[in-house]
């Protein structure tokens, strides 16, 4: 069992910052990826950022250099660091944790992120 925590979602005005955290606790399984997806309504999930335990990250292009995606293994946590959100960015933020050999694995229960004036 793997159970994935996350916090750090809220409102903030075009142009503000926020840092979401996800901390995984269970049976981890090693090699593995942590990322971020996200899910505006109406519109499919998708992936914003990832990062393997062995540090590759991929970035979804819309991230455009404003968006920092890092871990720390001995906390099993993982962060994204978002600046100059925009209103596109609302969106619901999954952590997900997965095999490097596998696609799907574990979800967060998202958290809300809402960007306006």
């Known amino acids: 069992q793997v159970q994935l925590v996350e916090s750090g979602g809220g409102l903030v005005q075009p142009g503000g910052s926020l840092r979401l955290s996800c901390a995984a606790s269970g049976n981890i399984f090693s090699p593995n990826a942590m990322g971020w997806y996200r899910q505006a309504p109406g519109k499919e999930r998708e992936l914003v950022a990832a990062?393997?335990?062995?540090?590759?990250?991929n970035y979804a292009d819309f991230v455009k250099g404003r968006f920092t995606v890092s871990r720390d293994n001995a906390k099993n946590t993982v962060y994204l660091h978002m600046n100059s959100l925009q209103p596109e960015d609302t969106a619901v933020y999954y952590c997900n944790l997965k095999s490097t050999f596998s696609t799907g694995g574990y979800w967060g229960q998202g958290t809300q992120v809402t960007v306006s004036s």
């Open positions: 990062i393997s335990s062995g540090g590759r990250i």
